[in-house]
């Protein structure tokens, strides 16, 4: 595929930060967004909002957005078994800022927060920007797959459970996460449970919430930005299961973390409610795409089959991969060692694009290698 080609099909019509920060011969595959169309049930409302009423909401006076609220509980329910309560969900504009807002009003710098790692790195960085101290939770490669071991989680205030895990792809398992509880009920530790990619989790594996496992010590976070690539919408939920955790924010100023907006809002419901056969088309896509890439990397470089999302964690034995690869490759890849202990040796390749795209960037990488 020639570069012409991809400016043609791609690059024109891709606007925002994934494409942008790539050179002119450069395909990128590092943030998490999609190369691929939007569902058209999300452009449909949202069309539909921009040329109705862009007055205030029904529901701006109230801590969540209504049907916010109700169109996550029911996605609960129908998909995972859930019967999450909505009158517990508030709104953010993203998963990092919840996160802040959780760790701002629960904890006190200083406080340790446990986290799988390699870990998604804007996490790292907030611990980092707010002093909570990183307790590693090693996840260590296990033939096709990855383990940890029992966590020492003693000194620490919050575990901060990312399921299904951001770079490796894994999806924990109800004994694994059965363990997990009971080493946070033995520390008296909250949850903080990131569960945005469980709607891309490829069977036979499946997205257990910890919040049924501990409701009430669990905040769970979630969006419908990565399943349906909304990652410009900047809406996301906070199902707020601790009570204490409730009292923490209902003490807070009524609009200093701000609030939802209308097109977020109508984005998000839209998808979780009538976006799934746009889903199930996708996940297919993105099922074979993770298994081309086993069928086409370079010999020498380490891959197991993600269980979930559209990420590749791809081992290439030395530190410096991405830059390299970008430099003699021209693929753009996200730096493993951004991603914390573990990472070093590794480069993470988003393959949610289209089936030519990632030919081609396989055949770059196997050219470099």
């Known amino acids: 595929m020639s570069d012409a080609f991809m400016g043609k099909s791609l690059k024109s019509t891709h606007d925002g930060l994934k494409w942008a920060k790539a050179g002119p011969d450069v395909i990128p595959a590092w943030i998490a967004d999609m190369d691929l169309p939007t569902a058209p049930a999300v452009i449909e409302v949202l069309r539909r909002r921009a040329e109705g009423d862009l007055g205030y909401p029904v529901w701006l006076e109230s801590p969540q957005p209504g049907p916010l609220a109700e169109a996550f509980a029911e996605r609960m329910t ?63 490669p296990d033939g096709d797959s990855w383990r940890f071991d029992p966590p020492d989680l003693a000194g620490c205030r919050v575990l901060l459970l990312v399921n299904p895990q951001n770079p490796t792809g894994r999806v924990f398992t109800r004994d694994e996460l059965t363990e997990l509880a009971d080493h946070v009920e033995r520390h008296d530790l909250l949850v ?15 997205h257990i919430p910890f919040a049924t496992i501990l409701p009430e010590r669990t905040v769970t976070l979630t969006s419908a930005t990565k399943a349906f690539n909304l990652g410009g919408i900047r809406c996301s939920v906070a199902h707020i299961g601790s009570p204490e955790v409730r009292k923490a924010l209902d003490a807070q100023p009524s609009f200093v973390y701000g609030s939802a907006h209308v097109f977020g809002v109508d984005a998000t419901v839209a998808a979780w409610r009538h976006g799934d056969a746009w889903l199930d088309e996708t996940r297919a ?15 020498g470089v380490g891959y197991r089959l993600p269980q979930a999302t559209y990420l590749a964690w791809l081992d290439y034995g030395r530190p410096g ?28 390749l988003n393959f949610a694009t289209t089936e030519p795209v990632l030919t081609e960037i396989l055949n770059r990488l196997s050219r470099a290698h």
């Open 192 to 206: 903080i449970a990131d569960e945005i990619h469980a709607d891309l989790a490829y069977a036979p594996h499946e």
């Open 78 to 140: 129908t998909r995972y078994g859930w019967d999450a309560d909505p009158s517990l969900v508030r709104a953010y504009s993203d998963i990092n800022q919840a996160l802040q807002v959780l760790l701002h009003v629960c904890t006190s710098p200083g406080d340790g927060v446990a986290l799988h790692t390699p870990a998604y790195h804007p996490f790292l960085g907030t611990l980092t920007e707010m002093d909570r101290p990183l307790r590693p939770i090693p996840l260590q």
């Open 285 to 299: 896509l993105l099922d074979r795409n993770r298994r081309t890439i086993a069928e086409r990397l370079p010999e």
């Open 321 to 348: 991969a991405a830059e390299r690869l970008e430099r003699e490759a021209r693929v753009m890849l996200s730096d493993g060692a951004g991603f914390g202990p573990g990472g070093e040796n590794f480069a993470r």
